[in-house]
């Protein structure tokens, strides 16, 4: 597609459950970038890859999450024994290579876990 | 640490107005790189601008202006003659040189009315 796209658009789960969050790139864009934000804030980084390797997890809240991009195109954030607290939109975003810019957001993954 | 403070939580204005989000930003770095993105209902979030700590020149495109000024460490946006599709959600963001990591800051609400 022309975009970055993240699904799905909505997930609701209950705590205690494990969900998985994808993102697809814009194509040949080799840094991608996860991003959580709640309501009323600003974004909030959580990890950025370039190509397969996490070049940068410090945003990452505790070991219950966790990001693969086995292949440097599509990725998957994956939360273990969902909270209340994770409840955020997830957003990703990608750039042509690290260090160029703009960042290209997708439209976001609702996570509403009750 | 670096900390970005955008004190107007939500702007009214009526269409034709100008209007200034103010920016403000921390940083300990002298290689820095500020950025203003948009957010309209849609939730996608889109580039606006970005500057470097060492180009404190004022920027102009179409109806948008930056105003860059390290002495008082502030990154402001006007938008001239605004206009009702220019209502959203306006973010600032920081990042130091070398690093990936976008700092947002809490974001400004502008509702442009008819």
């Known amino acids: 597609g022309a975009g970055v796209s993240q699904t799905p658009s909505n997930k609701v789960t209950e705590k205690g459950k494990y969900v998985e969050l994808r993102c697809d790139p814009i194509?040949?864009?080799?840094?991608l970038y996860w991003y959580r934000q709640s309501l009323g804030q600003g974004p909030e980084f959580l990890i950025y890859f370039q190509g397969t390797g996490a070049a940068d997890d410090s945003g990452l809240p505790n070991d219950r999450f966790f990001a693969v991009r086995p292949e440097g195109s599509v990725s998957t954030l994956k939360i273990q024994r969902t909270e209340r607290g994770d409840s955020a939109v997830y957003l990703c975003a990608s750039s042509l290579m690290a260090g160029s810019s703009p960042l290209h957001f997708g439209n976001g993954t609702r996570l509403t876990v009750t | 640490a670096q900390k970005v403070t955008q004190a107007q939580t939500e702007i009214s204005v009526v269409e034709k107005e100008d209007v200034t989000l103010d920016c403000v930003y921390e940083t300990r770095d002298t290689t820095y790189y500020l950025f203003w993105y948009k957010q309209p209902p849609s939730g996608e979030l889109v580039f606006l601008i970005r500057r470097n700590s060492f180009d404190e020149q004022n920027e102009i495109s179409g109806r948008y202006s930056w105003n860059f000024q390290k002495s008082t460490s502030s990154f402001n946006f006007t938008i001239t003659a605004s206009q009702v599709v220019d209502s959203a959600v306006y973010f600032c963001?920081?990042?130091?040189?070398?690093?990936?990591?976008?700092?947002f800051g809490k974001g400004t609400k502008l509702t442009v009315n008819p």
């Open positions: 963001a920081l990042t130091q040189g070398g690093s990936e990591k976008l700092v």
């Open positions: 194509s040949g864009h080799t840094a």
